[in-house]
C-alpha cells in the first residue's frame, strides 16, 4: 500500500503564514505527480496546487502568488509554503498523489486531511 502523512495545518491570523509538508511511503517505484488540494464547507474539492516530477507546476487561480508548492523527489515529500492567508482559505488541505506502483501501474492515492483555518 501508499500512504500520505500531512502535517502543518493549523489556526492562523490572517496575513501569517503555514507551510503543509506531506510525504509519500510505501510500493513507490515512482511518482508521476503530487500536490495539494483543499475542500471548504458547502463546497467541491478543489486543486490548489500541484507539481510533476519534472518541475512543473499547476495552481488556482486564487492562489497564484502567495503559495508556492515544491518537492523533494529524495525524501517523496511535497511542500506547500502558504503566505498571505486570508479567511477564504479556511479548508480541509489534502494531499494527493498520482504514484506508479512497483507492480507498475498507476494509481492516485489521497491523504486524511489537515485543517486550515484562518481567523482572527
Known amino acids: 500500500q501508499v500512504q500520505l502523512v500531512e502535517s502543518g495545518g493549523g489556526l492562523v491570523q490572517p496575513g501569517g503564514s503555514l507551510r503543509l509538508s506531506c510525504t509519500a511511503s510505501?510500493?513507490?517505484?515512482?511518482?508521476?505527480?503530487m500536490g495539494w488540494y483543499r475542500q471548504a464547507p458547502g463546497k467541491q474539492r478543489e486543486l490548489v496546487a500541484r507539481?510533476?516530477?519534472?518541475?512543473?507546476?499547476d495552481s488556482a487561480d486564487s492562489v497564484k502568488g502567495r503559495f508556492t508548492i515544491s518537492r523533494d523527489n529524495a525524501k517523496n515529500t511535497v511542500s506547500l509554503q502558504i503566505n498571505n492567508l486570508k479567511p477564504e482559505d479556511t479548508a480541509v488541505y489534502y494531499c494527493?498523489?498520482?504514484?506508479?506502483?512497483?507492480?507498475?501501474?498507476?494509481?492516485?492515492?489521497w491523504g486524511q486531511g489537515t485543517q486550515v483555518t484562518v481567523s482572527s
Open positions: 494527493n498523489a498520482d504514484i506508479l506502483l512497483l507492480q507498475n501501474y498507476n494509481a492516485r492515492f
Open positions: 510505501g510500493s513507490i517505484l515512482s511518482i508521476n505527480a
Open positions: 507539481i510533476i516530477s519534472g518541475g512543473n507546476t
